[in-house]
């Protein structure tokens, strides 16, 4: 008979306590981490989650899956996509074009910023950010989409609604653009997570404007 406080992992269908099947799903073989959220799900069923992820998004001109928080600077860069706008502008050549800034500051992400009780009360006070004048991404307010990221700023959460705009990835120390983005055209900076950037290995924003943050609530 099989032992009540034991379970069948079905990555690796090995046997395992119940209470520690999760601490085994960590380093177990049959699951793998998806690239956008970090959830660990069954290695046959990775390419389902990745189509559904909530952390990405699809370009509708190569059609792959790519971080949400980049898909502009994706599509900027992706030729399948420039030529299905060119398509779309032919088409439409009798409408009002939209601009390139129009559609990039529609993108709008639900982040989490982290800040002491005092700098709190300054926040609510104002009813807006005050940017760091220096950082690892140089000026602006920093704020992540993973709430554990924000935590380890300050007791005090502010979940926010961000205006995202033209965003630039840095994805690794002594980027050319790591402190100097702000003046070439960007209005985020973006380290995605486990690159090296930071200790905790967890994703980060940096905003240029204050105003393009909207705050939710404070949790």
């Given at each position: 008979?099989?032992?009540?406080?034991?379970?069948?992992?079905?990555?690796?269908?090995?046997?395992?306590?119940?209470?520690g099947l999760l601490?085994?799903?960590?380093?177990?073989?049959?699951?793998?981490?998806?690239?956008?959220?970090?959830?660990?799900?069954?290695?046959?069923?990775?390419?389902?989650?990745?189509?559904?992820?909530?952390?990405?998004?699809?370009?509708?001109?190569?059609?792959?899956?790519?971080?949400?928080?980049?898909?502009?600077?994706?599509?900027?860069?992706?030729?399948?996509?420039?030529?299905?706008?060119?398509?779309?502008?032919?088409?439409?050549?009798?409408?009002?074009?939209?601009t390139r800034a129009?559609?990039?500051?529609?993108?709008?992400?639900?982040?989490?910023?982290?800040?002491?009780?005092?700098?709190?009360?300054?926040?609510?006070?104002?009813?807006?950010?005050?940017?760091?004048?220096?950082?690892?991404?140089?000026?602006?307010?920093?704020?992540?989409?993973?709430?554990?990221?924000?935590?380890?700023?300050?007791?005090?959460?502010?979940?926010?609604?961000?205006?995202?705009?033209?965003?630039?990835?840095?994805?690794?120390?002594?980027?050319?653009?790591?402190?100097?983005?702000?003046?070439?055209?960007?209005?985020?900076?973006?380290?995605?997570?486990?690159?090296?950037?930071?200790?905790?290995?967890?994703?980060?924003?940096?905003?240029?404007?204050?105003?393009?943050?909207?705050?939710?609530?404070?949790?």
């Amino acid at each position: 008979d099989e032992c009540p406080q034991a379970c069948k992992c079905p990555g690796c269908l090995q046997h395992v306590a119940k209470d520690g099947l999760l601490a085994h799903k960590s380093t177990c073989r049959g699951f793998e981490a998806c690239r956008f959220c970090d959830i660990r799900v069954l290695r046959g069923e990775l390419a389902a989650h990745v189509a559904f992820c909530p952390e990405a998004a699809t370009c509708g001109g190569c059609h792959h899956r790519v971080d949400k928080l980049i898909l502009r600077e994706h599509q900027h860069q992706c030729v399948d996509w420039q030529r299905l706008l060119a398509d779309r502008e032919h088409c439409m050549s009798l409408s009002k074009p939209t601009t390139r800034a129009a559609q990039t500051d529609g993108m709008k992400i639900v982040m989490y910023h982290g800040t002491s009780s005092s700098n709190a009360e300054s926040i609510k006070r104002d009813c807006a950010f005050r940017p760091s004048v220096d950082g690892m991404l140089g000026r602006g307010v920093y704020l992540s989409k993973d709430i554990n990221k924000a935590k380890a700023y300050g007791s005090v959460i502010f979940r926010c609604l961000v205006r995202v705009g033209r965003v630039k990835k840095i994805d690794r120390q002594g980027h050319p653009l790591q402190k100097t983005w702000q003046t070439s055209g960007y209005d985020t900076a973006w380290v995605p997570p486990r690159c090296g950037m930071n200790a905790s290995g967890l994703e980060e924003s940096c905003i240029l404007d204050p105003k393009r943050i909207q705050i939710l609530s404070t949790l």
